[in-house]
């Protein structure tokens, strides 16, 4: 186009009143609101108007403005945080929202968020009351720590107990435990940010208790345990116990904090998983403070738990981070009822999702695949072979790194578009399906798959498969 064509082509676009005028009469653009429609009509005028100038040929009628204006409402209007089904196998998956809540938690939210509740008001005595009790006690009798206190997540429990306890002194890591959870929390950068000075010890693979015992000097604040969480060193390798640095906190006057990272209030090996100390086991250990997730094992709302000594959990509660870090009515309800749960450790596993994904039997699973597969089977007959196969979940979470949970998924090899082609339609179907590319076959992983999601997962499979 030469440059009066240009000219000529803008001069003709319509005006944002002509096409409100339009929409008004327009019945596809009936549900959506005023300020979505003044919006779309100008991102269209504009995205046009940018055709015509990168000589990008682009129709200018009435319909096509109201076409395109209709996509960019549409998409406007789309809700941005929606449940997705996780057929990968992966429990804690942090980009899929980590833990399921269990039932009791669902109840208890919305019977708190309906309706005025005791959040800071003492029943009996009418006066002010103090929101973290509503959970202290609990998590005290389920850990056997002295005091308690939850806060926004881990991250910020770290961070809070570490400003509280060692600010301007030297905090000291082993170096194998300067690890970095994904979503930029890494050791050294939250230790900066909570005013302490990191000081390494030991090397990657090996530290020895006298490698802590040689970096004490005068601004010495706090020997710290890192659970790594994410990845596991093998071979060559040795590290301090708790107990022993606790030891020799107690002789130099020196306090300890551990953080456990996923945190877990049962013993998974019962379960046939493999042995991962519990939060009890830290406390007896004689730790003055240890830190865990509420929404990776634990399996409850996103939280950071702070257990320790009643002193230390004291100060913890003055500091004014601690308002900033603060948990929210609807995290407590959830968190208490969770808490509940564990009293009686069979019913925790039976209804806290996390703990019930984790420990399902291979038979479980395999009654699940095989319910999965028959249901494919009718709704797909040949579009694709399928079959199953003995794979493995993981834990995810950044708990239990090593660990492979022997289960039993259902392969499919779509005989008309590629297993990659596959994976994206199934992740843009409405709800989203994850599932995984292993082998070259599209993998459902029953483990993570809800109770009634079969049919949904096979319906779209059926859909999506037909659709080139
Ligand atoms: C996951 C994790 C954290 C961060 O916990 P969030 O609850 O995600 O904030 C901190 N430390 C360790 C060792 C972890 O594994």
């Known amino acids: ?46 995205n046009i108007r940018k055709n015509i100038l990168a000589d990008i040929e682009t129709p200018i009628t009435d319909d096509t403005i109201l076409m395109k204006m209709q996509l960019i409402a549409k998409e406007k209007i789309r809700p941005r945080l929606v449940s997705v089904i996780n057929a990968t196998g992966v429990v804690l998956h942090t980009n899929l929202g980590r833990a399921l809540l269990c039932d009791d938690a669902l109840k208890n939210i919305t019977s708190v968020a309906q309706s005025y509740s005791n959040l800071e008001l003492k029943i009996k005595t009418g006066k002010r009351g103090i929101r973290y009790e509503a959970v202290d006690e609990l998590i005290c009798e389920l850990t056997g720590a002295q005091s308690a206190i939850a806060v926004n997540n881990n991250a910020g429990a770290v961070l809070l107990a570490l400003n509280t306890i060692a600010e301007d002194t030297q905090v000291v890591v082993s170096r194998g435990e300067l690890v970095e959870i994904g979503g930029s929390f890494r050791v050294p950068d939250v230790m900066s940010k909570s005013g302490c000075i ?29 659970h790594a969480s994410n990845y596991k060193i093998e071979g060559f390798t040795a590290s301090v116990a708790l107990k022993d640095l606790v030891l020799l906190g107690k002789n130099t006057n020196i306090p300890v904090m ?70 929210d009515k609807l995290t407590l309800a959830a968190l208490e009822s969770t808490l509940k749960l564990y009293r009686d450790e069979e019913k925790a596993v039976r209804e806290i999702p996390t703990l019930k994904m984790l420990t399902l039997s291979f038979k479980d699973i395999c009654e699940k695949a095989t319910l999965l597969f028959k249901t494919i089977k009718g709704d797909i007959g040949s579009l694709a072979d399928f079959d199953f196969a003995d794979l493995n979940s993981r834990p995810g979470g950044g ?12 392969t499919i090899q779509p005989k008309n ?41 096979s319906s779209t499979l059926a859909k999506v498969l037909v659709k080139k």
């Open 1 to 46: 186009m030469t440059r009066s064509d240009k000219h000529e082509s803008l001069k003709n676009l319509p005006g944002v009143d002509h096409i409100l005028e339009l929409v008004k009469k327009d019945d596809r653009f009936l549900d959506i609101p005023r300020s979505v429609i003044l919006d779309s009509v100008r991102s269209a005028l504009e």
């Open 198 to 226: 990191l000081k390494e010890v030991g090397t990657t693979n090996r530290t020895h208790l006298k490698d802590y015992e040689n970096a004490i000097s005068d601004n010495t604040g706090l020997f710290l345990k890192v």
């Open 258 to 327: 551990e953080d456990l990272g996923s945190g877990t209030l049962i013993d998974f090996s019962k379960y046939g998983l493999p042995p991962e100390p519990t939060v009890a086991d830290s406390v007896r250990s004689g730790a003055d403070v240890v830190t865990f997730s509420g929404d990776k094992l634990l399996g409850g709302p996103q939280t950071g738990i702070i257990v320790g000594r009643k002193e230390t959990i004291d100060q913890i509660k003055k500091n004014p981070l601690t308002r900033a870090l603060r948990v």
């Open 399 to 410: 708990s239990f790194p090593d660990l492979n949970l022997p289960t039993r998924c259902i």
């Open 417 to 457: 578009m590629s297993v990659s082609k596959l994976e994206i339609n199934m992740r843009l179907a409405t709800p989203a399906i994850i599932g995984r590319i292993e082998n070259n076959k599209y993998i459902l992983d029953p483990r993570t798959i809800q109770n009634g999601q079969e049919a949904i997962i």
